[in-house]
Antibody, heavy 120, light 108 residues
Framework: QVQVVESGGGVVQPGRSLRLSCAASGFTFSSNAMHWVRQAPGKGLEWVAVISNDGNNKYYADSVKGRFTISRDNSKKTLYLQMNSLRREDTAVYYC?????????????WGRGTLVTVSS | AIQLTQSPSSLSASVGDRVTIICRASQGISGALAWYQQKPGKAPKLLIYGASSLESGVPSRFSGSGSETDFTLTISSLQPEDFATYYCQQFNNYPGLTFGGGTKVEIK
């Protein structure tokens, strides 16, 4: 079954860190660039970061640049998001998403998401 | 960064209605636009990519058109399962990939 499954969310205090994981199955993980997209409660979608298929190229939204780090382990078919210096405005459901088969930065496969709540 | 403005932000329609949603980009993005459908508590689902290409498995009642700054998503005959929130997304100006604010389609 082709899927991605996120994990690692939870409640964390402002200023602390959290690492999210996204386990892929059913497709050749090492062939696709992968993204994190988030959605604050009751709000719209916000792209967070992307990593190339080989892990050599990474880009971030300005809102998380310098605080979040995207990485991947192709041998484990797993995508990661290390989130440091968390702020209340980082509270959101975080989705892992696969780059479209065309290679263009659309998202053709999404996980169910993992909720991160930043609160004291 | 390129801004995407969707209109309307919400609409009420009946089953069988033709529905059109507009997405305007703050600058030209060629055809680098996608549309997604999201139902409550669920992940978004890709409907249209490249402004007008239908994603595999998506019903043909969904169609997209437009280029540069003006884009539309049309549902030719609204079905009960189509009541959801719809988002446009551009990637032309990456890494500043952005989404529109969303359009909620509700039952009249």
């Amino acid at each position: 079954q082709v899927q991605v499954v996120e994990s690692g969310g939870g409640v964390v205090q402002p200023g602390r860190s959290l690492r999210l994981s996204c386990a892929a199955s059913g497709f050749t993980f090492s062939s696709n660039a992968m993204h994190w997209v988030r959605q604050a409660p009751g709000k719209g979608l916000e792209w967070v970061a992307v990593i190339s298929n080989d892990g050599n190229n990474k880009y971030y939204a300005d809102s998380v640049k310098g605080r979040f780090t995207i990485s991947r382990d192709n041998s484990k078919k797993t995508l990661y998001l290390q989130m440091n210096s968390l702020r209340r405005e980082d509270t959101a459901v975080y989705y892992c998403a696969r780059t479209h088969s065309s290679g263009n930065w659309y998202f053709d496969l999404w996980g169910r998401g993992t909720l991160v709540t930043v609160s004291s | 960064a390129i801004q995407l403005t969707q209109s309307p932000s919400s609409l009420s329609a009946s089953v069988g209605d033709r529905v059109t949603i507009i997405c305007r980009a703050s600058q030209g993005i060629s055809g680098a636009l996608a549309w997604y459908q999201q139902k409550p508590g669920k992940a978004p689902k890709l409907l249209i990519y490249g402004a007008s290409s239908l994603e595999s498995g998506v019903p043909s009642r969904f169609s997209g058109s437009g280029s540069e700054t003006d884009f539309t998503l049309t549902i030719s005959s609204l079905q009960p399962e189509d009541f959801a929130t719809y988002y446009c997304q551009q990637f032309n100006n990456y890494p500043g990939l952005t989404f529109g604010g969303g359009t909620k389609v509700e039952i009249k």
